[in-house]
Structures are given as structure tokens and as C-alpha cells.
């Protein structure tokens, strides 16, 4: 198999969605990979933690451990990185190369696939920049899914966290607490994730968070219906939408505005919550119990 074969756009992973925003949250890492600057190269799982796992692609002798290769390209070892969890677009190879490259920081990053609990996905309460309505996590105690763990050297960090504030905060997910697993069948001890400082949209039917991080049109069109005054500002349709709002800062702004003034904001801004303590919040949420925190 040629280099080019390993690379994003051989793959189809090469998509976007901050130059594409109706393509938002892009196509997601399905195996354990270590994403360079142009390849995205196979992880093979093992024993020993992540950076006795070895690396399958050309160019790269047989058996190295990702160890090895990282430091072969002048990058830090897994200990020298910060396991962050994407919920969103971070876990879409193209996304995570675009956000690096446009701030000159260099690529190798393992991508892997964990097993966890207690995290759901839900939609942050704001039009980011590039025009669509992000994901965001929210505690949920029912929820098992296999969600994207990048991890990050400081550079690549300061890189992915310039893109994401001031509307996410990055929060520390205790492993034992998510039951978080790797594919070698290993637990992994914490992550961070980034949580919206916007709180979340709610269902207009439920009260419970608005599920996030489908297909994008889906989501704007289904607001534009629901709002007379928001397909005003930003309608007729999501592709006006996304070309409007990403044009311009102030049409954002009124925009996010208006999903508060609908009564569509749930104002959940805080994880870790123990996943089950979650029952409680929908309570606090419909007003059948009084909240611990009002005393």
C-alpha cells in the first residue's frame, strides 16, 4: 500500500465542516489511528498502554510502537499528551488537521475509539463561527456510546483550544466515574472534554437537551420551523442560514440571542455530573424539586 493511500483524501476523511459547515460534524475516526500531517495511519491495539501499540503504514517498519514513531517525527510521546474527548467535529481527522495546520502547529496525534458512559450529546446553545450549531456532552446516566479520544501534545492543545474558546470550557472526566475503556481492553483514567459555557438547546417537546451532532440542515431547518423571527434573521433554509451567519459576527450574536429569547436554553454549563444525578436535573428542569445548589 502507497502513502498516498494512507492519506485523508484516499480515505474520504478530508471533509471539512468549518469550510463546509452543512457538513458539520464531519466523518469521524472508526479505528485507532495516528493522524500525521498527510496520513492517517492504522493503530493496532495492545497490552501495555497506548504507546506500546504499534503503528501499521508505509514508511514505518513493522512492529514500531507509536512511541517510537511519534518521536521519530520530532513529536512528544504519549506522556507528554492530554487525552481530550471529542463530542463534536474534534473527532473528524479533516477538522482536527484543518484547526492545526491554519495555526502552523504540526500534526501526530493518536485517534482512538473509547467505550464509555454516562456522556450524551446534545446541541450547545450558539452559532459558532463557521455558521452551524455545534455539539456539546451533557450527563446522562443511560447514555453508552464509543466516542473519539485525541491525544493532544501542548501545542496541539493551545492550537485546539484557541478554536473552541470562549465558548466551551475544557473539563476533567475522571475514567473510573465514565467507565471508560480502550479497544486493548485497558482503562483509561481520565479525559477532558469541552463544555459549552452556553448551556444547551432544549426539545421543545421533552425539556431534555436537544439531541446534537446529526445531520446539520436537519437541525436549522427544524429551528428556522420553529421560529418566525430566527428564519427572519437567518431563513429561508440551512444553507442560507450557515452562508449568512458565518458572513457575519452580529447575525450570530442575535442569533444565539434569540434561541434564548424562545426559551430553547437550557443553562447546563458544568461537568463532571455523576451520571446518576441525572434524573435530578431533568426534575430541576421541570420545576418537581427544588435545586440543591438555590440554598
Known amino acids: 500500500m502507497t502513502a498516498q493511500d494512507r492519506g485523508l483524501a484516499a480515505l474520504g476523511l478530508d471533509g471539512v465542516p468549518a469550510l463546509q459547515p452543512l457538513t458539520y460534524p464531519g466523518l469521524p475516526v472508526t479505528v485507532p489511528s495516528l493522524l500525521t500531517d ?3 495511519l492504522p493503530l493496532l491495539a ?6 506500546a501499540w504499534t503503528v501499521d503504514g508505509a514508511g514505518h517498519r513493522p512492529h ?3 512511541d517510537e514513531v511519534l518521536t521519530g517525527l520530532g513529536r512528544a510521546p504519549v506522556a ?3 487525552p481530550v474527548l471529542a463530542v463534536g467535529s474534534n473527532a473528524s481527522p479533516g477538522q482536527l488537521s484543518h484547526k492545526l495546520a491554519r495555526l502552523g502547529v504540526p500534526g501526530g496525534v493518536p485517534m482512538v475509539p473509547v467505550r464509555l458512559r454516562g456522556i450524551g450529546i446534545g446541541c450547545s446553545a450558539h452559532i459558532g463561527r463557521a455558521g452551524y450549531v455545534a455539539a456539546a456532552p451533557y450527563s446522562s446516566a443511560e447514555a453508552r456510546a464509543a466516542l473519539v479520544v485525541s491525544w493532544l501534545d501542548e501545542a496541539q492543545l493551545a492550537a485546539v483550544d484557541a478554536t473552541e474558546l470562549p465558548n466551551y470550557r475544557r473539563v476533567r472526566l475522571p475514567g473510573d466515574a465514565y467507565g471508560m475503556s480502550l479497544p486493548s481492553g485497558e482503562r483509561l483514567g481520565e479525559a477532558y472534554v469541552y463544555v459549552s459555557a452556553r ?3 432544549a426539545d421543545p417537546v421533552t425539556g431534555a437537551p436537544r439531541p446534537g451532532g446529526g445531520d446539520q440542515a436537519v437541525l436549522l431547518d427544524a429551528l428556522l420551523d420553529a421560529s418566525p423571527r430566527l428564519r427572519e434573521l437567518l431563513g429561508p ?3 442560507t442560514w450557515v452562508r449568512r451567519a458565518a458572513a457575519d459576527p452580529e447575525l450570530r ?4 440571542l434569540l434561541f434564548a429569547e424562545e426559551g430553547w436554553v437550557l443553562p447546563w454549563t458544568e461537568l463532571p455530573v455523576p ?3 441525572a434524573r435530578l436535573f431533568y426534575s430541576l428542569l421541570a420545576g418537581t424539586v427544588s435545586s440543591p445548589l438555590s440554598s
Open 80 to 82: 507528554g499528551r492530554l
Open 237 to 239: 433554509d440551512a444553507a
Open 275 to 277: 451520571p446518576g444525578r
Open 46 to 51: 495492545q497490552r501495555g498502554g497506548l504507546g
Open 253 to 256: 450574536a442575535r442569533g444565539t
Open 199 to 201: 448551556g444547551l438547546l
Open 64 to 66: 514500531r510502537s507509536l
Open 38 to 40: 498527510a496520513e492517517l
